[in-house]
């Protein structure tokens, strides 16, 4: 539990803080899925929902998950303490299991009806002696305790702007709806414990039994009968997403978009199985990570608009103005809307703009420009604590990993007893211990293998090579200037073409190229000025594209700090001084002598709205689609880099 949470809740007692922060870190391990979406919920709320969540994880790891060595009449002997410490910590608002002092407290809190708690204790207990249900009435009876009533204690947290009572059978539908999802993803594992809670009668009516699916889960074998009656499962429960639906928007305002995100995060898991045949027996299907940074992304958007609508609200008057369409996000919002679209042939053409002798003249400057012989490697979060990170720079094999203190250590990527590839070796205690024979390197020399400089800048980690490089060398490479890191999000992506640094940084060195090149994501280009200043910049005005008409207008500026080194920064509207690294480091010739280049491309965004605090906290999941969206447009500017490349070095490059 962070602090922050902690202190919008009023919790203040160090007993009380400790329980609640026990109870998160039972989501954060447990259920991913939810722990995302509680992430969209006002901070003060999210303390309750972690304690109701982790007594029903506390109670679910009593029947399934405590030591699997553990008898029947154990689990109940536990189980049965647990519902003992609930009773009478529910009586006197308290108690000495943490899951159970947090619980009470958010039930005084909220007044949350005890009987739901009875309830669930009672479908806990069902667990260690019902192993199957004949009918779908029978596994309803099963589900208000085990999941119904978890929807119906949240509606007090989350709020509602109907009665409670009307928004109350959509809530527990809902509850229902997550928990047969959890039924049908996790019917193998469910078989391994001796449970199967498909309803017998919807198998029969398919001519599958419990026999059935054991065979299949014991041989790998597929039966037409399994997947029909798994589909049939499949419908029920979209079924039951439908009733639950219409109680979203019955949610206040600002807890729609957490809960509408788990609703649509849940419901994909649906999507997930179908996709892969509903092969759930023999193994799990899982939402993409792309598509679940996408949903949080959309939740982002929607609990912003929220929790604006929501302080507008409460404004004197309540009334908003419209923002001005340009200069680029000095109104309240970052969205335009274009009057109309404009076709990808009938925007004006740039060619006459984009004059080669432009282009290569400012390349030839940055090429000029000292980089100290230093170059990126990758991302400093891909260089852990256990393990290091290998690559080859420059022609020569790389190994970085941390020490003990966490500092950067880095050389040769050879082991010097017998050459074994250090990358591959394991790192203890801040120690690399090369997997062949153990030879143990703690970074500094050791029988000819000598150390090299390298520098950890909190988004990437860079080496120095001055054999490479043959520059005047440089105490610490030229790191761009860049927002904060403890307020902004990073990502970084890394990609490999055929082509040299120079035809990496000419394409950034033409930005004229933009919304020809990549109409998907870039409209109404129009480069204002430069090259010009130390670092010939180019400056930019550009929309993002969002979805439909929707874009958001910015100013930006590139420059070539460097020989390798192209940074974009928002100089003007939304996410105004985030900016995009890209850095151009060769990797060596490929098996046919073609010069390969890695682009190690490093976004950090910030900005200044009150909301961004969620898109932070959301880091996690959103840098994948950060990577995503960068893989995307170097998808293409490779093919840009590489084409030139092959002219260059036929002959037949006319700029």
């Not at 078989?191 to 026999?211: C, I, S």
């Not at 940074?567 to 996410?575: C, D, K, L, P």
Request: glycine share 10%.
């Amino acid at each position: 539990m962070t602090a922050r949470e902690l202190d919008a809740a009023g919790i203040t007692e160090p007993a009380l803080r400790a329980a609640y922060a026990h109870c998160r870190r039972l989501n954060a391990r447990h259920g991913k899925t939810y722990f995302l979406a509680t992430r969209l919920l006002p901070v003060a709320r999210r303390p309750a929902v972690h304690a109701l969540y982790g007594f029903a994880r506390w109670a679910d790891d009593i029947v399934d998950s405590l030591d699997a060595d553990a008898t029947p009449q154990e689990r109940a002997s536990a189980l049965h303490a647990l519902e003992t410490q609930l009773d009478a910590g529910l009586a006197r608002g308290g108690g000495d299991e943490p899951v159970v002092r947090a619980l009470a407290h958010t039930s005084a809190v909220y007044g949350i009806d005890p009987a739901y708690f009875t309830a669930f204790m009672a479908s806990m207990r069902a667990d260690l002696e019902v192993t199957d249900y004949p009918t779908y009435d029978d596994l309803r009876r099963y589900m208000y305790g085990s999941a119904e009533v978890i929807g119906l204690q949240m509606l007090p947290v989350l709020g509602t702007v109907t009665p409670r009572a009307e928004a109350a059978p959509h809530a527990a539908a809902l509850g229902a709806a997550f928990q047969l999802t959890n039924f049908l993803r996790d019917v193998g594992e469910d078989l391994d414990r001796g449970r199967v809670y498909l309803p017998a009668d919807l198998l029969a009516a398919h001519d599958v039994d419990r026999e059935l699916l054991r065979w299949s889960r014991l041989t790998g074998g597929a039966d037409a009968r399994i997947t029909e009656a798994l589909r049939a499962a499949a419908d029920l429960t979209r079924g039951v997403y439908r009733r639950a639906a219409p109680g979203v928007a019955m949610l206040d305002p600002v807890s729609r978009p957490c809960i509408r995100t788990a609703f649509i995060l849940y419901r994909g898991i649906l999507d997930a199985v179908e996709a892969d045949g509903f092969a759930v027996l023999h193994r799990r299907a899982v939402v993409s990570r792309p598509v679940r940074a996408t949903v949080a992304l959309d939740g982002l958007v929607r609990v912003t608009a929220a929790r604006t609508a929501e302080r507008t609200a409460t404004r004197p008057g309540g009334s908003t103005v419209d923002a001005p369409r340009r200069p680029a996000g000095r109104g309240r919002y970052p969205l335009s809307l274009r009057r109309r679209p404009v076709a990808w042939e009938r925007q004006r053409p740039t060619w006459r703009d984009a004059a080669p002798g432009v282009i290569a003249g400012a390349l030839e400057r940055a090429r000029s420009r000292p980089s100290g012989n230093w170059y990126a490697v990758g991302a400093a979060r891909d260089v852990g604590r256990d393990r290091p990170l290998g690559r080859t720079v420059a022609g020569a094999e790389v190994v970085l990993w941390r020490a003990a203190d966490g500092r950067l250590r880095g050389g040769p990527g050879a082991c010097p007893h017998l050459g074994a590839p250090l990358k591959d070796s394991p790192v203890r205690c801040g120690t690399l211990v090369c997997h062949w024979h153990g030879l143990a390197l703690d970074g500094g020399p050791f029988a000819g293998w000598e150390p090299y400089p390298v520098y950890d800048d909190g988004v990437l980690v860079w080496v120095r090579l001055d054999r490479a490089g043959g520059e005047e060398p440089l105490a610490r490479p030229r790191v761009p200037r860049r927002p904060d890191t403890a307020g902004a999000v990073a990502s970084v992506y890394t990609g490999v073409g055929r082509c040299e640094p120079e035809d990496v940084v000419a394409n950034r060195l033409d930005p004229w190229h933009g919304a020809w090149f990549h109409p998907y994501s870039f409209v109404d280009l129009t480069v204002t000025d430069g090259p010009a200043g130390p670092e010939d910049a180019l400056t930019v005005d550009v929309s993002f594209k969002v979805a439909g008409r929707l874009v958001v207008p910015v100013r930006a500026e590139f420059t070539a700090p460097g020989p390798r080194t192209v940074v974009m920064r928002i100089t003007e509207g939304e996410g105004a001084g985030s900016v995009v690294e890209t850095h151009a480091t060769p990797l060596g010739a490929d098996a046919s002598g073609r010069p390969r280049t890695a682009v190690v491309e490093a976004v950090v965004a910030a900005s200044a709205r009150p909301g961004f605090a969620v898109a932070r906290a959301a880091a996690p999941l959103l840098r994948p689609l950060m990577r995503a969206t960068a893989g995307r447009l170097w998808r293409d500017d490779m093919a840009y880099a590489e084409r030139r490349w092959e002219l260059r070095s036929s002959g037949r490059f006319p700029g």
